[in-house]
């Protein structure tokens, strides 16, 4: 775990040095999703060899799904509850100020 962690702060540390190059930037959003699509995929193959996880598959894609339906949920309550709390004052200051609503009324 500890290495994972490393590897994250070296990550980030090259990620705000490297941060004045908008080509590289572009160019590596695209190489990590590739990556992340790969890796996918090969976490795919693995589950798929083993026996155990394939044989109880039905048990554990019941958990999953509802542990993420849980997930889900909760995000959006919280996310609710964040902008409700924090940003919806700030929401409507800019609307009467005369600033950009989502709906394209100014609201002038």
Do not use: C, W
Not at 15 to 29: E, I, S
Not at 48 to 67: C, D, E, P, T, V
């Amino acid at each position: 775990m500890l290495t994972v962690i490393i590897i994250m702060i070296l990550g980030m540390a090259a990620g705000y040095m490297l941060r004045k190059f908008k080509k590289l930037y572009n160019r590596l959003d695209k190489t990590v999703s590739y990556i992340i699509y790969l890796l996918l995929f090969l976490l795919g193959l693995s589950v798929g060899q083993n026996r155990m996880i394939i044989n109880s598959f039905h048990i554990i894609g019941l958990k999953a799904l509802l542990i993420s339906a849980a997930s889900v949920a909760g995000s959006i309550l919280l996310a609710a509850l964040v902008f409700h709390f924090f940003f919806k004052h700030d929401h409507v200051e800019a609307l009467d100020d005369g600033g950009f609503s989502p709906e394209g009324d100014t609201g002038a």
